[in-house]
């Protein structure tokens, strides 16, 4: 099979993936479709267990042992990562993705200095010697904004601040110029301040290197603030894509809509709103459309057939069976 | 500075508790319903008023309670634990001769157990669900499941009755015991340069060892395969793996020694296990340490020698109980703020 | 605590009876349980011999029409004393368990809600007691009592209350500052109505998981200080007890021995396996908040 060589640095195509527990099988990503063009910042938004970190997890191939990617396909600078070996598979992770996570006390081991968590990380991607790599992370340290970078190379995870932490983070995903980022919530556990100096650190680090990124967050500022576009997943679905500005300022899912109303972006700015009802029970999912029994608008269609992702414009896509309709009555 | 601190302070919390225990077995002194006086001088010996009032008096048994509880601690400190009402001989010379009896086996239980149980955890862990770990599971749940008089008898039975190896005591009958340095045969026989007199006291050891090390072998199996396999599903392996490492570099550099804190906490109780199951196994092995003497002292309504057996016996365990706890110091750099 | 049919807690003994209907090795763990229950309660009608008379003319005979597992060294019958040793090993067992229960939950409690000198004081008290490496000082107590099952039986729940107070303290300390109780307090509700009445349910599940978690270790003991001459006292039978006697004639008549502890293993298995299933069920991230990410 030919794949036509495109210029994204991701692609994910109908992605599934299920959770095995002891309650049954639960559909954590049903069909999910994205794509991150190379140099681009792609925010992914969605409520809490929306499927957006596993997502995040299935494209670096770290899923837990009772996930399954059941069908799909994911591309990562034209290459299918689901088909690499496992040896592949650490070479990418090794030298071209980076992760970072929300909760940075859980992503640095507890018992190792931070410096020897940079410099192994270092040791591995660019094959420095221990001495080169020891002068190289306390030049990421200080780059990122740590003074005395020698000093908090000698300290445990828990000797530091969050903010200090996650920096440490960064600066272990950036030692391998990645050729794309996959930060899943960086900042939901800093304070506001912090939240903002690490947001403004990684635009300015995108802008200098060319790397692409692919943040999961449910703020959509943040979004707004950081990325050109958004993907807004529900129910293990990207229900909605597109340019950032298109998206917040004619949102055409009623999901998203509700999302940014409850964001306050749109609309009347005077009274919160939220969005009625909670996610369907993903292990026995309905066969229409996830979001039909919590939609104002849904009709007879949206609860009979799952709706699929139109294109709307040349950049933007929306599952949604009212666009069709809309898109077929403008025809 | 911390580091300091908290050492001090473990100490001084240990040495709290060992108060504590001695003001128990002080408390259960009390509580006897028996008359030491009359047990020592027996029933002849009851019958002269004058006798009976001077071991009394010797005893301090007149006195008011607290200052009866001084002169206890003041002989136990003294190393004085009172006198065998059965060996009519001052217990601390039994324990003597006993205490490294029990301690050399319980450091040789644990440390089989312990050299069996990790390895056999982290394979179980790594190679979850296949074969290996089914069979040490199934292994660790049934080893935990019996009691270690059982599978003593069974070990005999097997090992020494039906195969012949060395089934009791600390030494084979035509060797003499090692000239006493330590008290520990095993370093004794290599101290006297006698590697025939070592192969013979490790052969003895093995089997007592190892039945008394069951629970614990088992325990530990499981703690360390479920401690790893929540350590694998943390961030932080994430990260590693992000790195690009190999899966056996995630698994022994980041994963264990993280997975290793469990085990490690459990250490003291697992020897504290060991010093307790003691009573049974040197039982059933006819051991001649402080758990054997436990039991003799019981049917023979030996009193001093059974509370001041248990005493020890807490106090050791105590003393292990400091020593993991700094251990747990040194493999875990966040206990060290704390 | 409401009994309302949507109640957190009765959708939470649900789930939970669901997750250990749905492993067979629980199920057959609780019916190998309920088995030797019933052995226990039918002792008496299932023995064809009472299990202390003694039959001087047929000492050690084998497995026979007459005497299905044979006769031990007095002669007595094996089948009615293994029958009858079950009594012991799974009611005495209850016994301790509860009485552990009983002792260690109002303690933990209390220590846990009023804090301060109280709470220093109890927890320093089970230091002490959890400082005697295993049964020793349950031997001791057990002694200065006076031997006996009922006298092993206490000393061990004596013993064994300090882990069940440590867990109810635990959960007590972590519930005491949580919204619900505040709002308790502010609708004019004393301590004792919102310890037992408001605090307490959440200590259940713990409580339920550590007694199943303590009956192996508990029959375990008990079986040990028969074994060792401070519980059940001989000619009575109980499984230590056989297994102490037996041991003197190893090597000529090793199942004597043998037997009773691998019935012993079959219920102390059976009570770790439904242990084990039970608190994996009550695990909320191994039961299925994992769609949660």
């Known amino acids: 099979m030919v794949k036509i060589l495109s210029n994204n640095i991701l692609s994910v195509e109908d992605l599934h993936v299920v959770f095995k527990t002891y309650l049954g099988t639960v559909h954590a990503l049903n069909g999910v479709y994205l794509e991150v063009g190379r140099g681009e910042a792609v925010g992914l938004v969605g409520e809490t267990g929306c499927g957006k970190s596993t997502l995040g997890l299935s494209i670096v191939r770290l899923l837990d042992e009772s996930a399954e990617i059941v069908r799909g396909k994911i591309f990562f600078n034209n290459e299918s990562i689901l088909e690499k070996s496992t040896d592949e598979m650490r070479e990418i992770r090794m030298k071209y993705i980076s992760l970072i996570f929300q909760d940075p006390t859980a992503a640095l081991n507890p018992v190792y200095r931070v410096g020897d968590q940079i410099v192994e990380a270092l040791q591995m991607s660019k094959g420095l010697k221990k001495v080169e790599a020891i002068e190289e992370s306390a030049k990421i340290l200080s780059m990122l904004g740590i003074p005395e970078s020698k000093k908090v190379m000698e300290q445990y995870p828990h000797e530091l601040s969050g903010g200090m932490r996650q920096r440490v983070m960064i600066a272990i995903a950036l030692s391998k110029n990645p050729l794309l980022l996959i930060a899943d919530e960086p900042t939901s556990n800093l304070d506001v301040t912090i939240q903002a100096q690490i947001l403004e650190l990684i635009s300015e680090l995108r802008r200098n290197t060319r790397m692409s990124l692919l943040l999961i967050t449910h703020d959509m500022g943040i979004v707004a603030q950081v990325c050109e576009k958004v993907a807004v997943m529900y129910a293990g679905q990207v229900i909605e894509f597109g340019p950032v500005r298109a998206v917040f300022k004619n949102p055409i899912h009623p999901y998203t809509r509700g999302l940014l109303k409850v964001a306050n972006l749109i609309g009347e700015k005077s009274r919160l709103e939220s969005i009625q009802g909670t996610i369907p029970d993903l292990r026995h999912l309905p066969p229409g459309c996830l979001f039909s029994s919590r939609c104002p608008h849904s009709f007879s269609k949206c609860v009979q057939i799952r709706p699929y992702s139109i294109l709307v414009d040349n950049h933007r896509s929306v599952a949604c069976w009212l666009v069709e309709d809309k898109v077929r009555y403008c025809l | 500075m911390g580091l300091l601190y908290y050492i001090l302070k473990r100490i001084f919390f240990g040495i709290l508790v060992i108060f504590g225990v001695l003001t128990l077995t002080f408390l259960i002194t009390k509580i006897i319903p028996q008359n030491p006086v009359a047990v020592w001088l027996g029933l002849e010996g009851m019958q002269y008023p004058e006798l009976v009032k001077q071991v009394t008096e010797l005893w301090k048994l007149d006195r008011p309670i607290w200052e009866q509880y001084i002169y206890y601690v003041g002989n136990v400190l003294r190393g004085d634990f009172g006198r065998s009402s059965w060996s009519r001989g001052p217990v601390i010379a039994d324990l003597a001769a006993r205490f490294p009896a029990t301690v050399e086996l319980s450091i040789f239980a644990f440390l089989i157990a312990m050299s069996i149980a990790i390895p056999t955890g982290i394979l179980s862990a790594v190679y979850r669900d296949k074969p290996i770990d089914h069979f040490s599971r199934i292994l660790s749940v049934v080893g935990i499941s019996g009691p270690s008089f059982w599978w003593g008898i069974i070990f005999l039975y097997i090992f020494y009755l039906q195969l012949g190896f060395a089934g009791s005591g600390r030494i084979g009958e035509g060797m003499s015991p090692p000239i006493t340095v330590t008290g520990f045969y095993l370093i004794d026989s290599l101290i006297e340069g006698r590697l025939d007199k070592f192969i013979d006291v490790l052969s003895h050891i093995f089997l007592p060892a190892l039945t008394l090390g069951i629970g614990a072998t088992g325990f530990t199996s499981r703690l360390t395969r479920s401690a790893l396999l929540e350590v694998l599903r943390k961030d932080y392996i994430k990260t590693a793996r992000m790195k690009g490492l190999r899966e056996r570099v995630v698994i022994y550099r980041h994963a264990l020694r993280n997975a290793l804190i469990a085990p490690v906490t459990y250490m003291g109780l697992l020897f504290g296990s060991m010093l307790g199951g003691s009573v049974f196994v040197e039982t059933v092995f006819t051991w001649r340490g402080m758990g054997q003497y436990i039991v003799t002292a019981i049917f023979a309504s030996d009193y001093p020698a059974l509370l001041a057996t248990t005493l020890v016996i807490a106090i050791i365990y105590s003393v292990a109980n400091i020593i993991v706890d700094l251990l747990y110091t040194v493999i875990d750099p966040r206990v060290r703020v704390g | ?293």
């Open chain 3, 1 to 293: 605590m409401k009994f309302d049919k949507d109640s957190p807690r009765i959708r939470e003994l649900k789930l939970t009876l669901y997750v250990i209907r749905k492993s067979k090795m629980a199920m057959v763990s609780i019916c190998v349980l309920l088995f030797f229950f019933t052995i226990a309660i039918l002792a008496p009608v299932l023995s064809p011999y009472d299990p202390t008379e003694v039959h001087p003319a047929e000492i050690f005979m084998p497995p026979s029409s007459k005497y299905p597992l044979g006769t031990d060294y007095l002669g007595r019958d094996n089948l009615s004393r293994i029958l009858y040793g079950a009594r012991y090993s799974m009611f005495a067992s209850l016994l301790v368990v509860v009485l552990t229960v009983l002792i260690g939950m109002p303690i933990g409690a209390v220590s846990g809600y009023l804090g301060g000198k109280v709470d220093e004081t109890l927890m320093r008290i089970t230091d002490i007691i959890l400082s005697f490496p295993g049964i020793t000082l349950a031997l001791l107590l057990a002694y200065v009592m006076g031997r006996g099952i009922f006298s092993a039986a206490l000393a061990l729940s004596l013993t064994g209350w300090t882990s069940m107070a440590r867990i109810v303290r635990g959960v007590v300390l972590s519930e005491k500052g949580k919204d619900y109780v505040i709002a308790a307090r502010l609708i004019g509700k004393n301590d004792f109505q919102i310890l037992f009445g408001e605090i307490m349910p959440n200590c259940m599940y713990p409580v339920i998981i550590q007694a199943v978690m303590m009956m192996g270790t508990v029959i375990i003991s008990l079986a040990g200080l028969s074994f060792i001459g401070v519980g059940v006292q001989p000619p009575e039978p109980d499984w230590g007890v056989i297994i102490a006697e037996g041991r003197q004639y190893l090597l000529e008549y090793p199942w004597l021995s043998i037997l009773p502890g691998i019935l012993m293993i079959t219920v102390v298995l059976s009570y770790n396996l439904v242990g084990d299933r039970l608190r994996d069920a009550l695990d909320p991230r191994l039961r299925g908040e994992l769609a949660a990410k």
